[in-house]
């Protein structure tokens, strides 16, 4: 035993230069290996939180558009004396009122003393503003989205009769020789105008003649 030992050490004698380089290249080698791949690690976790990150933000907002976009949000057609009649997106809890003020506020024609404007809204529901003279046979029905078809199509209160200043341009043109553009053009002239003050006042809209406004007077009034 104590001649292996004294073997040994004197193997250290001869080769501890040696031996001292190896065990330096040693450190040397695994520290470089060390080195080169602790960033590349961290850079993975940092791509990989980023990406979680990013996933969970598109979910979050996805959730809020289709909040929005869906029980969030109410459809309403808003019809008669307004300027803009016609389908709106709301939001939900919104009010009669605002309703009113996204079709462009109501007519100098209108009779807001027959709307309830403090009204919550709902989807799908009618908001029909009724013009001057003009009765409703229910106030509080006309804005909750059960107008009947006479209140939709008569809104004088004469027949079949359709109002040259409440219609809205599908209701105009369910009269005989009114197509899509005089339908626009009488729009256009209630809304510069103020309205209609009598039927004959149709004959001051280009494309309606004497003739025109004999023809079809019967189905109209203000």
């Given amino acids: 035993m104590e001649k292996l030992v004294e073997q040994l050490q004197a193997l250290w004698e001869e080769h501890r230069s040696q031996i001292y380089v190896v065990i330096g290249l040693v450190l040397a080698v695994g520290f470089w290996w ?46 008669g004396a307004v300027n803009k009649p016609g389908v709106y997106h709301l939001k939900k809890g919104a009010r009669v009122q605002e309703a009113i003020a996204a079709a462009g506020s109501q007519t100098s024609l209108a009779d807001l003393n027959q709307v309830n404007l403090a009204k919550e809204l709902q989807d799908q529901q009618v908001v029909y503003v009724p013009a001057q003279g003009e009765k409703v ?77 004999a023809k079809i007077k019967d189905r109209l009034a203000v």
């Fill in 34 to 79: 060390w080195h080169t791949h602790q960033p590349v690690t961290d850079a993975v976790g940092a791509t990989s939180q980023s990406s979680a990150y990013s996933a969970t933000s598109a979910v979050t907002s996805s959730l809020a558009t289709s909040t929005e976009n869906g029980s969030g949000r109410v459809w309403v057609d808003v019809k």
């Fill in 137 to 213: 046979a229910d106030a509080t029905t006309a804005t909750t989205g059960t107008t009947d078809a006479t209140s939709a199509t008569s809104q004088s209160g004469q027949g079949d009769s359709v109002n040259l200043n409440t219609a809205t341009k599908e209701q105009l043109q369910t009269i005989d020789g009114i197509g899509d553009k005089k339908a626009d053009k009488i729009i256009a002239y209630r809304q510069e105008h103020g309205g209609f003050k009598t039927v004959e006042d149709l004959k001051n809209v280009d494309g309606f003649g004497d003739k025109t406004v």
